[in-house]
């Protein structure tokens, strides 16, 4: 079974009128550190500004956005961004538990906030920023990055191999819903992967888990509607059905009820954004899911 990768883009058929979105590999030598790079245009002059949510995952995103340019680190709420204006710009989404080589530090130094380029990249990464606002294709853009990534090279430790592999047990076994398991998958005790979760991940093996169900769980409301919200949970893991919704609660802001009437809003052309939203990207990119 191909891994997970929760990327959880709150309202989609909406968020997809707004902006265009691709994604490109990188080179060979940030293979084992990157998932892939990810370019978004909008152009929104003349029109109202978008605020574009993204549930929360574990993935650590070095960022080169006007305005929110940083490295982020994993996160446990919801992400919010205003879409305004003309923009073209890049992101890094590297693979969970794999930024710590770049950082020199616990990952759990950046949780659920963001440092700025310089910080971890020094003064390149101003000149790489300048690079990827001026470019003239994705390209270019990519190869801007990738230059700043592999300039000073790093070495996946086998902490970090260990770490980024107890993370794709979660992805690859949707059947992991306790730490426990997760254990056994990974031949670890639960201290160690403890740990390794805090050193080079940045959050605990529980939250891991739980930010793979809930991006499953969105994902089944919007597909399904309103499926049957005491099976959801039980598929999910959880022991009952009041724990699944106010886990789902804390991460999205709306119970399971009110997110799935959202999407189903958004799929007829009955939410509030859908119908001022049509036609207005002036799209640069193809877009990709």
């Not at 770049?102 to 440092?115: E, K, M, N, Q, T």
């Not at 994902?219 to 959880?238: I, K, N």
Request: charged share 20%; proline share 8%.
């Amino acid at each position: 079974m191909a891994h997970r990768i929760p990327r959880g883009i709150v309202a989609e058929a909406t968020a997809r009128t707004m902006f265009t979105l691709t994604r490109h590999p990188p080179v060979p030598a940030l293979a084992d550190f990157v998932d892939y790079h990810w370019v978004l245009r909008w152009d929104r002059r003349g029109e109202p500004p978008h605020e574009q949510r993204v549930l929360p995952n574990l993935a650590v995103h070095v960022t080169f956005f006007p305005g929110a340019s940083g490295v982020y680190g994993p996160a446990r709420d919801v992400f919010s961004h205003r879409l305004s204006g003309r923009v073209q710009d890049l992101g890094v989404r590297f693979r969970p538990g794999c930024f710590h080589a770049f950082l020199g530090g616990p990952v759990s130094d950046i949780a659920d906030r963001s440092v700025p380029l310089t910080d971890v990249f020094g003064p390149a990464a101003i000149r790489a920023a300048e690079s990827v606002r001026t470019a003239g294709d994705d390209a270019q853009m990519v190869r801007a990055v990738d230059n700043l990534l592999i300039a000073n090279p790093v070495r996946l430790s086998p902490a970090a191999r260990q770490a980024a592999e107890a993370v794709e047990s979660i992805a690859r076994d949707p059947g992991i819903t306790r730490v426990a398991q997760l254990c056994a998958d990974t031949g670890l005790t639960t201290r160690s992967v403890q740990r390794l979760f805090a050193e080079h991940v940045g959050c605990p093996p529980k939250w891991a888990i739980r930010i793979y169900r809930l991006n499953d769980a969105a994902q089944r409301l919007v597909t399904e509607g309103q499926p049957d919200y005491a099976g959801l949970a039980v598929r999910l893991g959880y022991s009952d059905q009041s724990h699944f919704i106010r886990d789902f609660r804390t991460v999205t802001g709306q119970s399971p009820a009110e997110y799935a009437r959202t999407a189903q809003a958004v799929r007829t052309g009955q939410g509030p954004d859908t119908k001022k939203a049509a036609g207005r990207i002036r799209p640069a990119a193809s877009s990709s899911s």
